[in-house]
């Protein structure tokens, strides 16, 4: 070896990901350490939500994030390998054509399913949890379907459209009500009548969610019964073939598709070696997280065995632990090679979640000692806000972002705790029009304006009046009584808005241009243009504090400020028009485009035809210009030159 010292994360997992990403941050000035990243596959998986690809609610892309994206800007090495021997006394790990050496080797490699010796479990079942396991998975539930529809044998058929989840723990129960869901749209898309689609979970334990308490557990059997889901409890597996499954002295289900999630074990890497394991492979660990056998060897997520002090069971292989294991297996080799005090696991678990479909959750979760329930919208709401937590540290607002187009704004059949609300969408073309006109009457607004700021810029007509001039102070009162009397405004506002009125104009007219001039009733003549937008108390008292401190003179006049102010409201109202009308950075454009109406409308002067404005702003975020504007031939080169800014990069300030 070098001087440098070596460190391995064997697995790209939550818990391999998360402490890559932690001794980065850690060693990130310190050249004398390496940080290595090793796994089979080139990307993160999602495990959590293998059951949405499975069943159709997301995307296969949705569940998967490439690791070299995770890590990019930071100091780890990813490397695609697959390591088939670990020599802990040489520090080696060894694959088919490479070696690698380490001072320091963190296992998180996770989990597989295990079979318990079940006669045809393996061989005959479909997996859950992986990447390829889940799109196989949905690939086969559709192929059951196309063959089915074309099936003329009763029994064949009916083997075809019967699906069998054994386990029903948390990744049985959630794999079996997304196809709980699924199944009304494979059954309006191959023409089948749901009643011929039969769906078993079933379980050798007396009842399912075992760790939930027994209100949680009732509420599952009654959402499962309704989406037609038949529960089969204390049936032992003793056999499954391809075409059946045997539940013991329960009989027998005919079935083409058994989907297996009945329990785990430690990844055969680990399971082969000699390191003292115990409960299915999982590496014993001390306090620290260190294996028994080797100090250097440190173990992180499922592949955990420790047993806290005072509990009498050890750590449990869920998504918390994972994350709680990586900050204090960072931090132990951090002060192993720097120095310091070591810490001890003392972890603090905060519940649990299920999902059964995608409109419906149930959630045991507080802290050690105050659990408490939930179920229905408020579970999922807790689920997906958990969710957004743990992603944010795996790969921050792009993949939040990310989960939130999937699992709300793009979701399809109103499968989301909040139905198909915010997933319905139209053409972007529909908002030509709108775009055009609101982009119009800005520009307008701008160039009326420019005139006035061009010939006197010491003018001020867009900020009201100091509370020391009559004029302002009777507005003031006006708008406080709900009168019809706004405040002193300018002729040519007197003048649009009449113009306006006798031809009966209701909205988006010259009364929006002229409101954002109502500020000049000092200069110009009085008159009343209708009532104005209330505005709560407490806003106008921090509008009347901010000018008096940065626009208003101690005489009565306006500061220097206050001319910029004008000056730049104008220029944006000018540049902004513009934006909107060609098509360029609509997004942006039509988010200044609501900070200006709502700046008019803290100011007390804005007519109620400012709520268009607002909702035209509003309405034209989403991309308006990227039909029949410039936006569509300019904002996807600006993307990739985005994305190769090494800080956005590195904190992921981007969308895919």
Known sequence: MNGKKKIVLLGG????????????????KDESVEI?????????????????????RVSEDSIRINLKKVLAKRKVDVVLDEIDNIDFESRVLKSENNSYEYDYLVIGTGSKPTFFGITGAKEFSYQLWSY???????????DMFRRAVKEKDKQKRQRMLTFVVVGAGFTGIEMIGELGEWKDRLCKDFNIDKKEVKLYVVDALPKILPIFPDKLINKAVRRLKKLGI????????????????TLGDKGCIDTNTVIWAAGVEGSDVVGNTNINQE??????????????????VYVVG???????????????????????????????????IVGGEKKSYKPAFHGAMVCIGGKYGLAHIGAPGKFFTLSGFFAMFVKHFINLVYFFQVAGFNK?????????????????????????SSPNFWLVPLRLLVGYKWLAQGLDKLPKIIQDPSHIFLIPPPATVEATSAASTAAGQGTEAVAQVAADVTSAASAMASQGSAVVSQAVVDATSAATAAADTASNVGAALPVPGFIEEIVRWSMETFFYTSDGGYTVLAEIFQTGMVIAEIIVGTLLIIGLFTAVSSVISIAMGMMIWTSGMAPYEMLWY?????ALIGGSGSVFGVDYYVLPPLKKLWKKIGIVKKYYLYTD
Not at 132 to 142: G, S, W
Not at 230 to 245: M, N
């Open 36 to 56: 290595t990243l090793i796994d089979r596959n080139p990307y993160h998986t999602m495990l959590t939500e293998l059951h949405e690809v499975a069943a159709g």
């Open 400 to 424: 939040c972002w990310s989960y939130l187009m999937h699992e709300i704004f793009h979701v399809k059949d109103n499968r989301s705790l909040v139905g198909g609300h915010f997933a319905k």
């Open 279 to 296: 409960g299915r492979k999982r590496v014993v660990t001390n306090e620290k997280l260190q294996s028994v056998d080797y100090e250097n």
């Open 13 to 28: 997992g939550y818990g391999g990901i998360l402490t890559a990403k932690k001794l980065a941050n850690r060693f990130k």
């Open 614 to 618: 607002l909702a035209g702003g509003i």
């Open 132 to 142: 390829d396991d889940a799109v196989n998975l949905k690939e086969h539930i559709l």
């Open 302 to 336: 499922d592949n955990i065995f420790y047993v806290p002090e005072g509990e009498e069971r050890p750590v449990p292989q869920m998504v918390e632990n994972a994350e709680h294991s990586a900050s204090l297996a960072a931090h132990n080799i951090y002060s192993d």
């Open 230 to 245: 038949q529960i089969i409890t204390s049936a032992r597996i003793t056999e499954v073939s391809k075409d059946s499954v």
